[in-house]
C-alpha cells in the first residue's frame, strides 16, 4: 500500500536534484517548470504510474520541449517560460534542477519544439516500486485520503 506521507518525502526531496518538486508544484509548494501536480489526484492511480514510468508526449503545449541552438553552437534544451521582442526566456532542462536562462534573439540560429516531455525517463528504475505507489498516494492525497495498492496499478 502506498503512503502518502512518504510520498510527500520523496516529491519534496531536496537532496535529489531530479526530483519531482524540481519541475512541479504541488497544493503551491515547488516550481511551475512543469504542469502543478495537486491537480491529477482525480487521475487513476494507474494513470499517474503510467505519466511517471511511460513518459509520453506532453499533453498541454505550454509545457512543450524546445531546443534552441545559438549562433555559437551551443544547444540548450528545456520549456520555455516566456518570450518577448528580444528575448526568450527557458528553464534549461539540460541538468536538473532546471536553470532560468535569457537568450538574446540575436544570439539563436534556431528554435525547435517538440512535443515530447522533457521530464527524466528513468524513474522506474530510480524509485522502488513501493516509493512508486507512495509518491501516487501523495499525488492521490489532494483528492482522497483512499491508500494506493499494487492491485491499483493492475486495474
Do not use: W
Amino acid at each position: 500500500m502506498g503512503n502518502a506521507k512518504a510520498g510527500k518525502t520523496i516529491f519534496f526531496d531536496s537532496s535529489k536534484p531530479r526530483s519531482s518538486h524540481a519541475c512541479h508544484s504541488f497544493n503551491g509548494e515547488g516550481t511551475q517548470i512543469g504542469p502543478d501536480l495537486s491537480l491529477v489526484a482525480a487521475r487513476s492511480p494507474r494513470a499517474l504510474f503510467s505519466s511517471i514510468v511511460l513518459v509520453s508526449e506532453i499533453k498541454d503545449p505550454k509545457y512543450a520541449a524546445i531546443t534552441v541552438a545559438l549562433r555559437n553552437g551551443e544547444k540548450i534544451v528545456g520549456v520555455k517560460k516566456e518570450e518577448d521582442v528580444e528575448s526568450l526566456r527557458v528553464y534549461d532542462t539540460s541538468g536538473l534542477p532546471a536553470v532560468l536562462r535569457t537568450i538574446q534573439k540575436t544570439d539563436v540560429a534556431t528554435i525547435n519544439y517538440s512535443s515530447e516531455s522533457v521530464m527524466p525517463r528513468d524513474y522506474a528504475s530510480v524509485y522502488t516500486m513501493k516509493q512508486l505507489l507512495d509518491l501516487i498516494a501523495f499525488l492521490k492525497s489532494a483528492n482522497s485520503k483512499s491508500p494506493v495498492t499494487l492491485k491499483d496499478l493492475l486495474e
